[in-house]
């Protein structure tokens, strides 16, 4: 009984195996064909993973660089404004001292012709071989004053009359002109000290003009 039932099998197997060899083939290259496709996709997963990552690091490193350059640019920038702003400075020094110079220089000037105004103003010679005789009497008028100082801003101009009445304007001309032609009593040395300290103002002045010029000629 058992012996036929081995025989059955035997002859079951034997009519199987024309087929089953090429199932059994197909099923391994089936299979082979599974692992392959899982490993390309492994492969190409691990592959895309490694390019993503370098591209990442590579944004991550580019990026780092543009910020570590600004960062110096900012630094150059804050170097070569405070390096500017410490060259103006010491210009503006310099030119600070040099007009605090030129007026002390000024001054020192005034005070010297201050002390020969006295000794121009006494004597006179009529030519180098003559004796020395007192300085005559020099009138300095009301309208000489007047004007000297109408220049100089002293004093406001003084106006016209107006012309609607002719004849009061007329005498009032007539005695503005009057006024103008009597004394001021102001001396020659009186006019002369007047003159040096003014001196002294106006190459205080020009002084300060010249610096301001220098200053901002040399901003630009």
Known sequence: MRGGLAMKWLSFLRAALP??????????IYLLVGMLERSAYDAGHRAATTKGDLALMKLKTEHQEQELARARAAEASAKDAAKRLQDAQARNDKLAADLATQQR?????????????????DLYRKALDAEPEPLPACVFTAGFVRVWDEATGARTPTALPAATDPERAAAQVAQARAADQLDSGISQNTLLAHHV????QCKNTAAQLDALIDAVQEKH
């Open 105 to 121: 220089q000024h001054r020192k000037t005034t005070d010297y012709l201050s002390g020969e105004i006295a000794r121009v103003n």
């Open 197 to 200: 300290r003014y001196a002294e």
């Open 19 to 28: 087929f089953a060899i090429p199932v059994a083939l197909a099923a391994a």
